[in-house]
C-alpha cells in the first residue's frame, strides 16, 4: 500500500477589521465615487456579508484581489483562473444562503461590487 | 421618424427587456437595411446568422457570453452576429461590378465597360486584392457600413441595439458558418429596459480634433447655425452627465430588477 499524504489543513483566516484592508477601502471608494452616499451606512449589511465571505474563502480581502490579479510587464491584469475560481465559489455560496432569491443574489452581487470596483470584472448575469 | 433624429436618438443599449420578444418583420427590416448599404465594387461582403436567444440551447447561450458581454447577450432577445465572406469576391470574378455596367451605375463616361471588368479590373486589381494582407480590412469597413445601416433602421423601429464583440471561433463553431468567413461583431437587439435616452447623447471628441480641412491640422470650419439646425431636427440632444443622479437611480432600479452587482 503505497503512503499518501494528507493535506494539511488551511488555519483558519484570522481577519482583521475589514476598513483595514487596503482593497476594501478601493471597494468602499468606488462606492461612493459611482453611487454617491456612504456605502457603509447605506448599506449596513455590506461589510458583515464581505466578512461572511472571507470566511467561506478562508482569505482576507486582499489575498482575494491578490489570487485575481498579476503584474505581467509592469502591468496590472486580471487572473483568469482566479476569477474564474472565485467566480465559481461565489456561485457556491451564494446558492447556499438561506432565505430568498433576492437574498441570495444580494450576497453574491456584494462579493462581485468588491471585486469589479477592484478592477476585477466579473459578469454574472442576471441574479433574479 | 426623421433620417436626423434616427442618428440622434441611437444610443449602445445595455438594459434589454428580457422578456419582451422582438418582431420578426422589424429584424427584417434591418437585414433589408444592411442588403442596400454602399459597397465597394459591389461586392457585398457583409453576412449575418440572426439567432432568437430564446431558440439558443442553454450551452449555446453559455458559450457565446464573454466577460464583458456576458449579461447584454441575456438580456438581449435577438442576436444578429455579422461575418465577412471573404470568398465572395473571387467566386463572382467581377460579375457584380458587370452588373453595374448593365444598369447604367457604371457607365463608358466614367470609362466603364464589360471588357475592362474582365480584362483589367478583376484579374489585375480585385483577384490581386484579395490575396494582399490588406484585403480583410479593406473590405470589413464596407461590411461596418452595412452594420450601421441595420443599426439605424432598429433604432427607426422603436427597438433598443448595441454593438458587441463576442468570441469568433465560438460564433463560427456554434452558427456553423463557411471557414473564409470572418467573425465580426453582433448586433444585440430588444426593446430596452432603460430608458431610450439612456441619460443622454454619449461623449464624443471636439469636432475640431476629428475633421480637417484642406490638410491634417486646419479643422473644419464649424458653423453654429448647423448645429442649431441639427439641434432642432434633435440630431444633437441632451449630452450624458457625468454622475447625473436621475440616470444613477435608474442604473439603481435596474440593478435591483435583474439582480446585479453594484
Not at chain 2, 444585440?188 to 469636432?207: A, I, M
Request: a negative charge; proline letters at 7%.
Amino acid at each position: 500500500m503505497s503512503e499518501q499524504e494528507t493535506p494539511t489543513p488551511e488555519a483558519p483566516v484570522e481577519l482583521r477589521a475589514l476598513q483595514e484592508y487596503a482593497s476594501v477601502r478601493t471597494w468602499l471608494d468606488g462606492l461612493r465615487q459611482h453611487w454617491g452616499g456612504d456605502p457603509v451606512t447605506d448599506d449596513p449589511e455590506r461589510l458583515p456579508i464581505m466578512e461572511a465571505f472571507c470566511v467561506h474563502a478562508n482569505r482576507d480581502p486582499d489575498q482575494i484581489i491578490k489570487e485575481t490579479t498579476m503584474i505581467k510587464d509592469g502591468e496590472r491584469r486580471i487572473r483568469l483562473k482566479g476569477r474564474e475560481r472565485y467566480s465559481k465559489l461565489i456561485d457556491e455560496w451564494q446558492a447556499q444562503v438561506e432565505g430568498s432569491r433576492i437574498r441570495k443574489a444580494k450576497w453574491g452581487n456584494t462579493v462581485r461590487s468588491f471585486l469589479i470596483h477592484n478592477g476585477v470584472l466579473l459578469a454574472s448575469g442576471m441574479q433574479t | 421618424m426623421e433620417f436626423k433624429e434616427v442618428i440622434g436618438r441611437r444610443r449602445s443599449i445595455r438594459f434589454f427587456d428580457p422578456d419582451r420578444p422582438v418582431e420578426h418583420e422589424k429584424i427584417q427590416k434591418m437585414l433589408e437595411a444592411a442588403r442596400l448599404a454602399s459597397c465597394a465594387v459591389n461586392a457585398q461582403w457583409a453576412r449575418a446568422v440572426v439567432s432568437f436567444r430564446d431558440d439558443l440551447t442553454a450551452d449555446q447561450l453559455t458559450r457565446l457570453k464573454t466577460p464583458v458581454a456576458g449579461l447584454n447577450v441575456d438580456l438581449a432577445p435577438v442576436h444578429i452576429h455579422w461575418f465577412n465572406d471573404l470568398g465572395t469576391v473571387q467566386r463572382n470574378e467581377g460579375r457584380p461590378l458587370k452588373q453595374l455596367v448593365d444598369v447604367g451605375a457604371l457607365a463608358p463616361t466614367h470609362g466603364w465597360s464589360h471588357k475592362f471588368v474582365d480584362e483589367f479590373v478583376y484579374p489585375q486589381i480585385l483577384k490581386p486584392l484579395t490575396e494582399s494582407p490588406a484585403y480583410a480590412v479593406a473590405s470589413t469597413f464596407d461590411v461596418g457600413i452595412a452594420v450601421c445601416q441595420a443599426l439605424l433602421t432598429g433604432v427607426d423601429e422603436g427597438l433598443g441595439v448595441g454593438l458587441v464583440t463576442l468570441n469568433g471561433a465560438t460564433l463560427k463553431e456554434v452558427f456553423k458558418v463557411p471557414a473564409d468567413w470572418i467573425p465580426l461583431s453582433t448586433i444585440l437587439v430588444g426593446y430596452p429596459s432603460e430608458s431610450w435616452d439612456g441619460g443622454g447623447q454619449r461623449p464624443r471628441p471636439p469636432f475640431e480634433d476629428l475633421y480637417f480641412e484642406g490638410e491634417y491640422g486646419k479643422p473644419f470650419l464649424r458653423d453654429s447655425a448647423v448645429i442649431d439646425e441639427l439641434t432642432r431636427a434633435k440630431m444633437f440632444q441632451e449630452p450624458a452627465k457625468p454622475h447625473d443622479p436621475k440616470r444613477i437611480e435608474e442604473i439603481k432600479k435596474l440593478a435591483e430588477k435583474y439582480g446585479l452587482p453594484m
